[in-house]
């Protein structure tokens, strides 16, 4: 005996939205609903589709909300945003000139301050100055303690 065709209902078709929208595979929504593959793709294929990017615009709609208020999270969701969306950085790159070992590759940011020289706190201190007035740029340091001051005394 044939089965009978299947019937979509606005409440079978929400719920399938929200389970596409959570990131359930299809092969699993099938498994909760019932149906094969073909009848959920045949009758549910816009549920499928819109689901996540309306999950994805009500989440971005809420983090917007909680980071242009003035609650708890508001900075957090706000350097969430600005990092996800408007490529904004808190990460700096350090060039050092004149060693070889340090040639085009990145510094670590972990440093002993107790073992550095004052020549290179000097350094350091004008460099961090030098972050905390243009942060999106790249700072070239020399390797050699007077070169650095000279370098540090030019960005002041």
Same mark, same amino acid.
């Given at each position: 005996?044939?089965?009978?065709?299947?019937?979509?209902?606005?409440?079978?078709?929400?719920?399938?939205?929200?389970?596409?929208?959570?990131?359930?595979?299809?092969?699993?929504?099938?498994?909760?609903?019932?149906?094969?593959?073909?009848?959920?793709?045949?009758?549910?294929?816009?549920?499928?589709?819109?689901?996540?990017?309306?999950?994805?615009?009500?989440?971005?709609?809420?983090?917007?909300? &909680?980071?242009?208020?003035? @609650? =708890? #999270?508001? /900075?957090?969701?706000?350097?969430?945003? *600005?990092?996800?969306?408007?490529?904004?950085?808190?990460?700096?790159?350090?060039?050092?000139?004149?060693?070889?070992?340090?040639?085009?590759?990145?510094?670590?940011?972990?440093?002993?301050?107790?073992?550095?020289?004052?020549?290179?706190?000097?350094?350091?201190?004008?460099?961090?100055?030098?972050?905390?007035?243009?942060?999106?740029?790249? &700072?070239?340091?020399?390797? @050699? =303690? #007077?070169? /650095?001051?000279?370098?540090?005394?030019? *960005?002041?």
């Amino acid at each position: 005996m044939p089965r009978k065709p299947h019937q979509k209902t606005p409440q079978l078709a929400g719920m399938i939205e929200n389970m596409a929208a959570f990131g359930i595979t299809v092969k699993q929504i099938c498994a909760i609903v019932g149906v094969h593959e073909r009848t959920l793709l045949k009758y549910y294929k816009h549920e499928l589709e819109t689901g996540p990017p309306k999950a994805i615009a009500n989440v971005a709609n809420s983090l917007y909300r &909680i980071a242009t208020g003035d @609650g =708890p #999270q508001a /900075a957090r969701a706000a350097e969430f945003y *600005l990092r996800t969306r408007a490529r904004w950085s808190t990460v700096h790159e350090v060039h050092l000139h004149g060693v070889p070992a340090a040639e085009d590759k990145y510094i670590s940011s972990m440093v002993n301050l107790q073992k550095l020289t004052n020549e290179e706190l000097v350094l350091l201190e004008g460099i961090t100055k030098r972050l905390e007035r243009q942060p999106e740029r790249t &700072i070239e340091v020399a390797a @050699g =303690p #007077q070169d /650095a001051t000279n370098r540090i005394a030019s *960005l002041n």
